[in-house]
C-alpha cells in the first residue's frame, strides 16, 4: 500500500489508529500490539502477498538470533555471525543473483531497508546495547509500517520504548495534530512536487535519444529535486504517521542541498542510512585496521561509500555511483585536512553539481543512457534556444545555435518551480524546522486542509515512491 | 572521577584530534555545530578515548558520543561499571 | 489542540465540496450533458470523455467515423463528406493506440451503422512498449475493451476523471476561456478541432523510438476491428500518418528500427488488405511549415490533401497504395 493512496488514507489509516488506541484504552496492551503488528503486515502485503513469507521468516529467524544472544550460550559470536549471514545473504541473493547468471528474482518489498534494521538490532544485541523482551514487541519494531517499507531506519532501543510508555498508550491530541501536519507536508512534496519534477524528468531519460543543453539540464535538474521531494515526502509522511502513534521516527534529510561539500551532503541526505553505514560498516573497517590513520580511515571510507552505492541495486550504474561519490569524500577530506577551501559559494555550486551529475548516474537505466544525459549537459549534441517571445533571438542562429518552438505554460510553470525550489533551498524552513515550530491554529490548519484537498485530487493516479525499488 | 575531570580530558582530545585548539568545548558541543568533526575525525577521537580510558564503545554508542555531553555520561557511566 | 483536527477536517470537507462542486458544474469534460452556465465551449484535455460523449448524445446519424492520434486532429468533416457524400465524425483522440480504436469501433456500432472507418496510424500504434494512454483507463471507452478483464482496467478506487488536478485546472480554463478568452483547444460538434497559430519552425516532435516490438495483442485487437467492420458490411480504410521526412529519416537511420518500420507496414496491409502509405520520401516536397505543424502533424492543408487522394477522382498524388 502506498500512503498517497486513497485506500491508505481513508481506510487503513483511520482503523490501524481507532483499533489501536481502542485495544489500549481498554488495557488489553498485548493485543493492541498485535493488532498494530497485524495492520502492518496487512499494509505489506497488500501489493502482493508474495512478499510476506520472506519477510515472516527473516522476521522470525533474526527474532530467535537475537533472543539467543542473551541467554548466556557458549557459542555467542558464532551465532551471531550466521546471522550476520543469513541477512546479509538474502540481501545478496535477491539484489545480485542475477549478476552471476542466475534468474533475476524481483527484489522483495522493503528487503534492503528491513534487512538492514534487523541487521543493526542484532549488532545491538550482541553489544548488549538492545534486547528485546518478547516476540510480539520484536514484530511490531520490524513491521512497524510507518517505517516498513522504506525507513526511516531505526533502531530497537530508540522506537520500542516509545511504544511501550504509558502516556503513548493513548490518543494524544497534540501528537496527532502534528503528525497531521507532518504528513500534509509530506504528502504535498510527495504528490504535487514530486510528480510534478516527474514528469519533466522522464522524457529526457526514458524517450528522446540525444538531448540539447537545456533539455539535458531541465532533465537532471528535474530528477535531483523529484528525487528528493519524493524520498523526504515519504520521510515526512512517514514521520507524521509516526506522530499518530505517539511514535518520533528520526529524520532522513536536513536540506540536502544547503550542503557546501560532499561530506555535509552525506550529513543531510538519507540521514539514517548515512548513519548506519557510518556506525556499522564504516567504524568496524577502520577497527579492523592496523592502524587510524588518515591513510587508512580514506580506505574504509571509500569501501563505505562504494558499498552505500551498491546497497541501491545491482548494476554499473550504482557502482559508478558509489565511487564516484566514494572518491569525492576522499578528496573533501583531503582538502580538509589541508584546510583548503573554496569560497562559500562556489563550495556550494561544486556540491550542488556534483550531487546533480552523480544523480543522473543514479537515474539512468545503464551507463550510456547516463551517457546522454551527460553529454546533452555539456552542450555536445547542440543547444536549441527556446523563443522567449522575443524576436530578435533568431540572431543566435549565426552562431551555431539552433532555435526552437515557444514555451508552453507547462514550460512556465516549470520554470517557476526551479525558481522557487532554488529560492527555498536558501530561505524556506525545512520540514524539520517546521515540525519544531509548530503551532497549531485555526489559519494553518486550513492552510493544510487546502493543501490536503488539492493532494487528494493530484492522487488520482498511483505511481511509487523511487526508493520502493531498494 | 567526575564529570568535569572527564570534560577536561575530552577537551584536550578534541582540539588535538580536529586540529581545532581554539574550540570552546562546553556539554552542549555536538558534531553537527563543528565543522572539522566528521565521521572520520570522530572515528580518530573515539579511538583515542577508548585507548586512554581503557574502555571500548559498542558499535551502537558511537551515535551517542556525537554530543559532548552525552559523551561525557557514557564514559563515566563506562568507569563505574 | 483539538480546534487544529476539527478545523483541518473541516476546511478539507468545505474545501473539497467546493472544488468538487465547481467542477462538476462547469462539467468540463461534458459528461453530464448539461450546461449550467451556458458555456460556449468546454474542455479538452480528456478527449477521449468529451468524444465519448458526443458520439453518444449526437442527434445525427453518422455514417463515417474516423479514428487516430492527434496527427488525424486535422482531417475537417466537411472535407471527408465533401469527397464521400457521408457524415462523419472525428473521433481522433490524443495518444491514442489500438485499445483506443477497438473499443471505439465497438461504442460506434452500439449507435449508429457507419459505411466507412478511416484510421489513421502512426509507427508507434504497433509498439509493444507504447503504452496505452492513461486516460484510456479513466474513460467509459474502456468498457469496450472486452479482451481485457474489467479488473485489469480498473485503476483506483475513485476511477474518475474528475477527481483529479487536471480537472481543476480545466475547469478554471473553460470559466476563463468562456468569459475573456478565445477556445485553443476545443472540439466541434463533429470531433472537429479549431484552428491555431503555427509556429514559426517545423520542430522535431516525440522522435524516440528506442525500443521497438510489434504487439501480438494490438494485432489481434485491429484484427477483431477488421472483423466487427466486415460482418457490417463497414469499409475500412487505413492510412500511415504523414510524416516529415526529417522525421522520416530520422527513423529510418537505426538499421533495427527501419526494420521494425517496414514490419509495421507490412502488418497493417495484412490485417486490412490494403493501406494506403503517406510515411515515404514522396512526403519531401511537402515537408514545410505549409503542410505541417511539427514533424508528426499534417496540418488542415495536407490532411486535405491527403483525403483528396484517398477519396478523390484525381489520383494519388503523395499517397502510395499497397495491396496484399
Given at each position: ?23 489500549n484504552h ?6 493492541g ?5 497485524l ?6 502485503s ?213 550542503s557546501k ?24 573497517i ?13 580506505i ?30 576522499v578528496?573533501n ?34 551507463m ?27 540572431f ?36 524539520i524546522e517546521?515540525?519544531k515550530?509548530?503551532?497549531?491554529s485555526?489559519?494553518l ?9 488539492l493532494?487528494i ?14 | ?27 552542549e ?18 579511538s ?13 554508542e ?20 | ?20 462542486g ?43 467515423f ?13 472535407d ?25 469501433t ?10 466507412l ?9 504497433l ?68 484552428v ?7 520542430m522535431l ?7 521497438y ?74 515537408s ?14 495536407l ?22
Open positions: 500500500m502506498l500512503f498517497n493512496s486513497y485506500t491508505f488514507i481513508f481506510c487503513f489509516l483511520p482503523v490501524a489508529l481507532i483499533g489501536y488506541f481502542t485495544l481498554f488495557n488489553k496492551i498485548t493485543l500490539k498485535w493488532w498494530l503488528a495492520a502492518s503486515l496487512y499494509f505489506y497488500y501489493w502482493s502477498v508474495k512478499n510476506l513469507p520472506l519477510f515472516l521468516i527473516s522476521l522470525t529467524v533474526n527474532y530467535f538470533i537475537g533472543h539467543y544472544l542473551h541467554m548466556g550460550i557458549r557459542k555467542k559470536q558464532t551465532l551471531f555471525r550466521l546471522g550476520l549471514v543469513f541477512n546479509i545473504g538474502i540481501l545478496c541473493f535477491f539484489k545480485y543473483s542475477g549478476l552471476v547468471g542466475l534468474a533475476q528474482f524481483a527484489l522483495p518489498l522493503g528487503l534492503s531497508f528491513y534487512t538492514l534494521q534487523q541487521v543493526g538490532f542484532l549488532i545491538d544485541s550482541y553489544e548488549g546495547l538492545a534486547e528485546e523482551k518478547s516476540f510480539i514487541d520484536y514484530a511490531v519494531f520490524v513491521s512497524f509500517f510507518p517505517q516498513l517499507i522504506s525507513g526511516p531506519i531505526v533502531h530497537y532501543q530508540h522506537l520500542m520504548p516509545q511504544i511501550l510508555k504509558n502516556d503513548n498508550k493513548h490518543f494524544r491530541v497534540d501528537q496527532f495534530s502534528v503528525g497531521l501536519f507532518v504528513f500534509s507536508i509530506g504528502l504535498v512534496k510527495k504528490v504535487l512536487i514530486s510528480e510534478a519534477f516527474s514528469s519533466w524528468a522522464k522524457p529526457g531519460f526514458d524517450e528522446a535519444m540525444t538531448l540539447d543543453l537545456l533539455a539535458a539540464w531541465k532533465t537532471s535538474l528535474s530528477y535531483t529535486f523529484q528525487l528528493y521531494f519524493d524520498f523526504s515526502g515519504y520521510t515526512d509522511m512517514a514521520i507524521g504517521l509516526g506522530h499518530m502513534f505517539n511514535v518520533k521516527l528520526q529524520q532522513n534529510f536536513n536540506s540536502p542541498f544547503r561539500s560532499v561530506i555535509e551532503f552525506w550529513t543531510r541526505w538519507h540521514m539514517t542510512l548515512s548513519q548506519f553505514i557510518s556506525t556499522y560498516i564504516f567504524t568496524p577502520v577497527r579492523a585496521m592496523p592502524k587510524i590513520n588518515f591513510r587508512n580511515t580514506m574504509a571510507t571509500f569501501i563505505a561509500m562504494f558499498i552505500a552505492g551498491v546497497w541501491h541495486g545491482a548494476g554499473w550504474t550504482f557502482v559508478v555511483y558509489g565511487a564516484l561519490h566514494g572518491l569525492a569524500l578528496v577530506h583531503l582538502r580538509k585536512k589541508k584546510k583548503k577551501k573554496f569560497p562559500g559559494w562556489v563550495s556550494w555550486l561544486l556540491t550542488f553539481n556534483f550531487v546533480n551529475v552523480t544523480f543522473v548516474i543514479f537515474r539512468a537505466k545503464d550510456s543512457d547516463a551517457i546522454k544525459v551527460l553529454r546533452g549537459m555539456i552542450g555536445l549534441d547542440g543547444v536549441v534556444v527556446p523563443k522567449i517571445g522575443i524576436s530578435s533571438v533568431g543566435l542562429k549565426d552562431y551555431g545555435f539552433e532555435v526552437g518552438s515557444y514555451l508552453y505554460p507547462n514550460d512556465y510553470l516549470m520554470i517557476a518551480m526551479f525558481v522557487a525550489v532554488f529560492w527555498s533551498i536558501h530561505k524556506a524552513k525545512n520540514s517546521l515540525e515550530e509548530f503551532k497549531p485555526v489559519k490548519a486550513c492552510a493544510c486542509g487546502a493543501a490536503f484537498v493532494c485530487f493530484g492522487m488520482n493516479r498511483i505511481t511509487e515512491f523511487i526508493y520502493f525499488n531498494f | 572521577m567526575t564529570n568535569e575531570e572527564i570534560l577536561k580530558n575530552i577537551t584536550v582530545f578534541i582540539h588535538d584530534v580536529l586540529e581545532a585548539p581554539d574550540l570552546n568545548v562546553t556539554p558541543t555536538s558534531a553537527a555545530d563543528v565543522d572539522e568533526w566528521d565521521s572520520m575525525t570522530h572515528i580518530q577521537l573515539i583515542a578515548i577508548e585507548k586512554s580510558y581503557k574502555i571500548r564503545f559498542a558499535l551502537g558511537l551515535q551517542t558520543l556525537k554530543n559532548v555531553g552525552d559523551m561525557v555520561n557514557l564514559i563515566q557511566k563506562k568507569l563505574n561499571n | 489542540m483539538k480546534q487544529f483536527i476539527a478545523a483541518f477536517v473541516l476546511s478539507a470537507f468545505f474545501i473539497f465540496a467546493a472544488i468538487y465547481l467542477i462538476l458544474a462547469v462539467d468540463p469534460y461534458n459528461k453530464f450533458g448539461y450546461n449550467v452556465f451556458g458555456f460556449e465551449t468546454k474542455a479538452v484535455s480528456f478527449a477521449r470523455e468529451n468524444k465519448y460523449n458526443q458520439v453518444e448524445h449526437a442527434k445525427q446519424k453518422y455514417t463515417a474516423i479514428m487516430g492520434t492527434s496527427s488525424a486532429h486535422r482531417y475537417y468533416t466537411k471527408l463528406n465533401r469527397l464521400t457524400g457521408l457524415v462523419s465524425y472525428n473521433y481522433s483522440t490524443q495518444s491514442a493506440t489500438p485499445e483506443d480504436y477497438i473499443a471505439m465497438r461504442h460506434i456500432f452500439t449507435k449508429y451503422k457507419p459505411k472507418i478511416m484510421i489513421s496510424f502512426g509507427f508507434e500504434d509498439n509493444k512498449f507504447t503504452v496505452t494512454d492513461d486516460m484510456f483507463y479513466s474513460s467509459p471507452l474502456k468498457k469496450h475493451l472486452q479482451e481485457v478483464p474489467a479488473e485489469e482496467l480498473e485503476r483506483s478506487l475513485f476511477n474518475n476523471s474528475y477527481l483529479t488536478l487536471g480537472a481543476i485546472a480545466d475547469s478554471l480554463n473553460v470559466i476563463w476561456v468562456n468569459l475573456f478568452g478565445k477556445a485553443r483547444h476545443a472540439y466541434l460538434e463533429h470531433g472537429d478541432h479549431i491555431e497559430p503555427t509556429d514559426k519552425t517545423l516532435s516525440q522522435a524516440g523510438y528506442s525500443e516490438e510489434i504487439d501480438p495483442k494490438r494485432i489481434e485487437y485491429l484484427k477483431t476491428l477488421k472483423k466487427i467492420c466486415d460482418e457490417n458490411g463497414t469499409k475500412v480504410v487505413v492510412l500511415t500518418t504523414p510524416l516529415s521526412l526529417e522525421h522520416l529519416n530520422l527513423i529510418r537511420h537505426n538499421p533495427k528500427i527501419a526494420a521494425q518500420f517496414e514490419k509495421y507496414k507490412m502488418t497493417l496491409v495484412e490485417i486490412f488488405g490494403e493501406l494506403w502509405d503517406f510515411q515515404h520520401d514522396g512526403i519531401a516536397p511537402y514545410t511549415l505549409e503542410y505541417f505543424r511539427d514533424s508528426i502533424h499534417p496540418n488542415h492543408h490532411s486535405t490533401l491527403v483525403l483528396e487522394d484517398i477519396f478523390g477522382t484525381a489520383g494519388p498524388k503523395i499517397g502510395k497504395l499497397i495491396k496484399k
